[in-house]
């Protein structure tokens, strides 16, 4: 599933939407780093300020003959050639930037996912205010020192789960003189992965979900009693220490040294049957954050994936990764 | 939806971008400013002191309404100082109200956009009243600064040298186009439409009516009237008379010109040499355009008067330039019609009774007309006549008093007096006025005529003859025909500065000076329609059309544009260098199959291929090394480059 965030437009529109991609940018489909903007695909307009500029070496023109300044033709062609070298200057600004990619660090859906591209610029002379743009989000102007890379994070906001593609992106610039806009249109490959956003106030993990078909040999652990700590609203109740509770100390729980801690099964049948398949993954994605804040040890099982039981921030990766990608191909 | 386009030009101005506007303002503002009427110009300056102090304060701008009042009453006080709202001093006032009222409502960057095209706008003013070297420089340093500016408000925060340096730069780079659309573009005629009638600010120089003291004035001047360049050797500083108005009608005090009406062809025949010449004429709003006497051809767009002086079809606004030829020893005018000699023998009635009397004596011993000429001069000769330009004040009987009482006077008094004996004693004759002499300027060989240069003259009419050339002021101070006024007047008299005697050591400085000032005048602000067509058949584009002449300024602009581009591009290549060399060296691994993978970094790389190739751990690490320290370390010195090439391009696989 391609990540299109445009806006659904007429099939002529789009067609030739995509000629323009494919001619005029040489956009095929996202692009393996690195790139390097060629003359080719660098494109220089003027911007509303560079026609007020037209405008104004006109009305000079006028006045300059109207009056017969000799040195008001000169100043009016002073003005006209730094127009010109003002399109020669945004051009250079852009051309030959190397791009490169950077890595992205998964998000949950509804935050904001950050794409980092490296900037190189292998000019002796600085590139300044370029301004890149990702097709939904905030542009992000940036100035890379001449000989050396600069780093800009793109930050798109992430709106649903699975891999996320920054898409086109609009890498332009309008320095030195703000009358010309150079730009160009890049698609990197690259992509983050957008964790399903976890149900908030979700209800703890039931002991129910604990399995009792024995495929865990320390199902429940509830035997050697290893000690107490604070209770979180994700203990069960059968392990909060009730005696103390009733002396009118805070909540406790209970811990138990069975094969290395809790171990609980986060399992899609179990539960509530009303619940839709997103839903579902947001709850999931809940429990996976709080057996992590609990330091149980758990196991996942969706329809497709089951995750053997194990702690770990590498678990918690796969369990949210699993999550983020259910129901998509593994293509993708 | 953040879109930059509307993002970015609607960012804040910060004070630091204000600072850079508020300078560049001041710069193009200050000299236009100090023209202005104090109406205008002192509340303008006070806007522009209190916009810069709120800046440099960090104060909250005026809000809104208050500017829109602000706008109101400096329009109403335009139009009502001007009495107009429309020309080119009321709207340059304009121009500058808007200016300080922008600077106070600089919010946006796309508000310091439009402070800044209203400078560049600006710049023009600068040059309506003066088109020198120096104020063309000064309008180019604005530009610079102006740019610098505008660079700052594109991104805010960079250094000031750096801005300056990349302003100067690109205002640089921007001159071979502009010399190519200096040269090349068409230049029309102006003006389009009817200019108001303040476009061109008072000038001295001649006027058509004379009276005592009018030329003395004049004297006193020593700015341009006009420039000419002889074909061949100039003629004798004697001969050199430029003839200018004539003025027939006299009412006792003051000369005035005849209505004249036009000649089609030049009504004389050619005598003796023809001296050839080109005239630059600086402008001076009337329509006169000088030539020595007699000229033997109507510039174009010229017309012929009945008293033989030139006159271009439109008041010279714009100096002037125009080839002439002259026959020196020509004479006009022998079949003169009644009329015209009987204007030239009108006196008012019962003024000036000795000067009549005197004239009336001579009338009656001489033979002829040239007797009583003779006699005239005879008598300014022996009568002890000073030149001066400080004659005492003349009354109502301005001829007698000056000749028997005063005796003291320049040109214009000689010459009136001298015309009124001829009258007097019936003798047709009349006042020409115009400049005599001039000076040669060695080092580009230009005469110069200054407005110091002004003269009087007189023409009387002789049977047979025609119109006679009589000078009276050569037979009281002959040096003053041959060798320019400085050298006739007394000392003491008033001079224009450069001319005193004094200062002849700095003559040779002068007349460089001068001289880059003349070619300034003739190729950059004399740079005309005309002078374009001369250029064009000069370089061998005669009758030019625009479609060749579009062609010449696109091939030029194409080549120019190619040459940057490839400047833009260039860079690169030479940077290029050292990735190239990187690149050949994984090309040469890969036939071991150890090509640099392209996540790999030199170290790892040559760690890799140490690891496969023991013998090229050492050659690869140092290769690595290198390539790391130029690419990523300080840099190997200028040579660093060269040096790692040659060592890829020296690498084999095997020993």
Redesign the interface.
């Known amino acids: 599933m391609t990540p299109t965030l445009a806006l659904p437009a007429a099939p002529a529109l789009a067609r030739l939407r995509d000629f323009v991609d494919r001619w005029l940018f040489r956009l095929a489909g996202p692009e393996p ?2 790139i390097v903007l060629g ?1 080719r695909r660098v494109f220089v307009l003027p ?3 560079g026609l ?2 037209a405008a ?1 070496i006109v ?2 023109l ?21 127009g ?3 399109i ?2 945004a ?2 600004n852009l ?2 930037l190397g791009i490169e990619y950077g890595r992205c660090d998964p998000v949950f859906c509804g935050g904001v996912a950050r794409f980092p591209l490296v900037l190189s610029n ?4 600085a590139r ?2 370029l ?1 890149l ?1 990702p097709a ?4 992000a102007v940036v ?1 890379v020192a001449g ?1 050396a890379s600069a780093v800009v994070a793109l930050a798109v906001p992430a709106r649903r789960r699975g891999w996320q593609r920054p898409g086109r992106i609009r890498i ?1 610039t ?5 009358l010309v806009r150079a730009w160009s249109v890049i698609e990197p490959d690259m992509r983050c992965l957008v964790w399903p956003s976890p149900e908030r106030n979700a209800p703890p993990i039931e002991a129910g979900q604990s399995p009792s078909d024995g495929t865990s040999a320390g199902a429940g652990g509830s035997d050697d009693f290893s000690g107490l700590r604070g209770h979180r609203p994700s203990d069960s109740p059968r392990h909060v220490a009730w005696k103390s509770a009733a002396r009118g100390a805070a909540l406790l729980t209970k811990l138990f040294a069975g094969g290395g801690g809790d171990t609980v099964w986060l399992d899609w049948d179990r539960l509530d049957a009303g619940l839709s398949a997103e839903a579902r993954l947001s709850r999931l994605a809940a429990q996976v954050l709080r057996a992590r804040d609990g330091g149980v040890r758990f196991g996942l099982r969706i329809p497709g994936v089951v995750l053997a039981p194990q702690s770990g921030a590498a678990h918690v990766e796969a369990c949210l990764k699993a999550l983020a990608l259910h129901g998509e191909s593994p293509a993708r | ?5 509307r ?3 609607g960012a804040c101005v910060s004070p630091r971008q204000a600072i850079w506007l508020l300078a560049a303002s001041a710069a193009v503002v200050a000299p236009l400013i100090v023209k202005l009427p104090a109406v205008i110009g002192v509340p303008s300056g006070i806007l522009f002191v209190y916009a810069a102090w709120l800046w440099a304060r960090g104060g909250r701008l005026p809000p809104p309404w208050l500017l829109a009042i602000l706008v109101a009453v400096a329009t109403a006080a335009i139009a009502i100082a001007y009495r107009s709202a429309f020309g ?1 001093e009321p709207g340059v006032a304009m121009l500058l109200a808007f200016l300080a009222l922008k600077l106070l409502e600089l919010r946006t ?2 508000d310091g ?2 402070v800044a ?1 209203l400078c ?2 600006l ?2 003013a600068l ?2 009243d003066r ?1 020198g070297p120096g ?2 420089a000064y ?2 340093a604005g ?1 610079v600064l102006v ?1 610098a500016a ?2 700052q ?3 805010d925060g ?1 250094p000031a040298r750096a801005t300056i340096e ?1 302003a100067l730069v ?2 640089a ?6 010399l190519v ?2 040269v090349l ?1 068409p ?7 009817g ?1 108001p009638k303040d ?1 061109f600010s008072a000038m001295s120089g001649l006027s058509d009516t004379m009276t005592p003291g009018s030329i003395g004035e004049l004297s006193l001047s020593g700015a341009l009237a006009f420039r000419v360049k002889f074909a061949g050797a100039p003629p004798a500083q004697r001969d050199l008379y430029w003839r200018g108005p004539v003025l027939t009608r006299f009412d006792g005090r003051t000369w005035r010109a005849a209505r004249s009406t036009p000649h089609d062809r030049i009504p004389w025949e050619p005598a003796g040499k023809a001296v050839e010449y080109v005239v630059t004429l600086e402008p001076h709003n009337q329509r006169w355009l000088f030539a020595l006497e007699l000229p033997g051809l109507v510039p174009e767009a010229a017309v012929m008067t009945s008293e033989f002086q030139l006159l271009a079809r439109t008041p010279v ?2 100096r002037a330039l125009y080839p002439m030829r002259s026959w020196l020893e020509a004479s006009a005018g022998a079949a003169e019609p009644e009329a015209t000699l009987g204007e030239a023998r009108r006196l008012p009635a019962r003024s000036n009774p000795r000067s009549r009397m005197l004239a009336s004596r001579w009338r009656a011993t001489a033979a002829d007309d040239s007797g009583v000429i003779a006699q005239a001069l005879a008598h300014f000769r022996r009568e002890p006549f000073v030149y001066t330009l400080t004659p005492p004040v003349l009354g109502k009987e301005a001829i007698d008093e000056f000749l028997f009482g005063t005796r003291r006077g320049f040109c214009e008094h000689y010459a009136g007096a001298f015309v009124f004996l001829m009258r007097a004693a019936g003798v047709p004759a009349r006042v020409v006025t115009g400049y005599q002499g001039g000076e040669i300027n060695p080092v580009d060989s230009y005469l110069v005529v200054r407005q110091s240069d002004a003269h009087a003259w007189a023409e009387v009419w002789l049977a047979g003859r025609g119109w006679t050339r009589i000078d009276p002021t050569a037979a009281v101070a002959p040096s003053r025909i041959e060798r320019g006024i400085a050298a006739a007047l007394p000392a003491g008299d008033p001079l224009p500065f450069l001319m005193r005697s004094e200062l002849d050591w700095l003559r040779p400085l002068r007349f460089r000076w001068e001289a880059m000032g003349n070619a300034w005048d003739q190729w ?5 329609a005309a002078r374009q067509r001369e250029l064009f058949g000069r370089l061998g584009m005669q009758d030019a059309d625009w479609r060749a002449i579009g062609g010449a300024m696109g091939a030029l602009l194409a080549v120019m ?1 190619s040459a ?2 490839a ?3 260039h ?2 290549a030479r ?2 260098a050292v ?1 190239g060399a990187w690149s050949a060296f994984s090309r040469k691994m890969s036939r071991l199959g150890l090509a640099r993978r ?1 996540h790999e970094g030199p170290t790892d790389y040559a760690r890799r291929i140490g690891a496969a190739a023991p013998r090229l751990a050492g050659p690869a690490a140092e290769l690595a090394g290198l390539y790391a320290q130029l690419r990523y370390g300080r840099g190997a010195g200028p040579g660093g480059s060269r040096e790692f090439v040659r060592r890829v391009r020296s690498f084999r696989l095997r020993p």
Do not use: C
């Open positions: 780093a690195p003359q911007t509303r300020a007020a500029f104004t009305t000079l006028i006045g300059s003959i109207n009056y017969g300044l000799s040195l008001g033709y000169a100043l009016t062609f002073l003005l006209a050639g730094l010109v070298v003002s020669l200057h051009f250079r051309v030959h292998r000019r002796a002379q300044i205010a301004v743009t939904v989000g905030e542009p100035d000989g332009e309008t320095f030195p003189l703000g | 939806m953040a879109n930059p386009r993002a970015e030009p080119r960057r796309r956009f439009t095209l560049y706008f710049l023009l040059l309506f088109q104020v063309a309008a180019v530009v740019t505008v660079l408000i594109a991104r960079q990349r690109m205002t780079q921007a001159v071979p186009f502009m659309f200096f573009f230049r029309v005629q102006g003006p389009l439409w200019l476009a606004h714009q950059v602000i004399g740079y005309t544009l940057f581009g400047w833009a591009l860079e690169h940077q290029d990735a392209p």
